[in-house]
């Protein structure tokens, strides 16, 4: 009898190194506010962590965008600050205000951070959830967010701009700070690799404050944690593809894309696909990079936003998406047009 042949779903492929034209295609916070059905779950089952912490409602969000537009890739509805919450900080998501976390951590006293692998429990059923209902051509993505974005979080007790206070405490002490990047990269491994267990077939890290770093902070604080967790994944999970995506880091992707071993990139909405072409190692998958501004504009912006992107980045494997999240004033219609221009060849 002969052995039957196992086709990669076209993301999945595409990570793995094909190069496909319509390009696999997923967007950042896919799953949310922009959507009425979210609106409407969300509506009737309250705030946004009774969501994440509900394993049915989270699947269901997952699955919504997918079942409207046909996206290549359900990305978990869930949060990064998940990890820091299951590190026993407490964490809010305020109307208006953001995720709070508390105690915040800026004195540097890390002692009450005591992991709890059992936090993740409903995470890893809302996971398998998804692989089981979602079509064999669809790849279910999971993530986490990277050190230095969380620890920012959990230094200052919210997001900022310019993440100050947690850049002084690691020029003032680098050893205790490390300490605490430390724990953050055992966590998100063993919190991944979770993922992964329960039908995750690729990763996202996502450093979202990368880019407030320099030189010599960068490689410290997003290069070297990074590698850290992928080396540790590669070891438990060595056929699961991982997705960097450190936003902001400008110039400092290519040393990224270098140096940290992951298998794909993704592009924020300032890098220039052209010169990302050009600097990033050949045949590496590219993800991004459309302004979710560009999105909202909709019509003739839109549409030669759509082919530059599609033009510059023709010649490696690539994954249409975002540079950044959906934006919850996004219009259905604009995304629909999107996706008809995503489904011609070029």
């Known amino acids: 009898m002969a052995e039957e042949t196992h086709i990669d779903p076209p993301l999945l492929a595409v990570l793995k190194g094909e190069r496909r034209d319509p390009p696999p295609v997923w967007l950042m916070r896919q799953a949310g506010r922009y959507l009425p059905e979210y609106r409407a779950l969300r509506a009737e089952k309250g705030g946004f962590l009774e969501l994440v912490y509900d394993s049915d409602a989270a699947a269901e969000i997952t699955i919504q965008p997918l079942r409207r537009f046909g996206m290549d890739g359900a990305i978990l509805f869930s949060d990064i600050l998940i990890v820091p919450h299951a590190m026993g900080q407490g964490l809010t998501f305020g109307p208006g205000e953001g995720p709070q976390l508390t105690p915040a951590l800026s004195d540097g006293d890390f002692s009450m951070l005591e992991p709890n692998p059992l936090h993740f429990a ?22 986490a967010g990277s050190p230095w974005t969380i620890a920012t979080y959990m230094v200052a007790g919210h997001g900022s701009k310019d993440q100050a206070e947690t850049r ?24 991944l690799s979770g993922q992964i267990e329960a039908g995750a077939q690729a990763i996202q890290l996502f450093d979202s404050w990368a880019g407030t770093l320099s030189p010599a902070q960068f490689e410290r604080w997003v290069i070297a944690p990074n590698a850290d967790i992928v080396g540790r994944l590669m070891v438990r999970h060595p056929d699961v ?40 190692p050949p045949g590496m998958p590219v993800q991004g990079n459309l302004d979710p501004l560009a999105l909202i504009a909709g019509g003739e912006a839109l549409e030669q936003a759509v082919t530059r992107i599609r033009h510059a980045l023709s010649g490696r494997p690539h994954i249409f998406n975002l540079g950044h999240g959906i934006l919850q004033d996004t219009p259905i219609a604009h995304v629909e047009h999107l996706f008809d221009l995503l489904r011609r060849p070029l």
């Open 168 to 191: 002084r405490l690691a020029y003032k002490d680098p050893a205790r700070f490390q300490a605490l990047i430390d724990k953050i990269v055992a966590v998100t491994v063993d919190y």
């Open 241 to 280: 593809p991982i997705i960097g995506f450190p936003k902001g880091a400008g110039a400092k992707l290519a040393a990224y894309a270098a140096e940290t071993g992951v298998d794909a990139v993704g592009l924020d909405e300032t890098v220039d696909p052209a010169w990302a072409d050009a600097m990033l």
């Open 122 to 143: 409903k995470i890893y059923e809302t996971v398998a959830k998804v692989r089981k209902a979602i079509d064999p051509k669809e790849t279910m993505l999971g993530f």
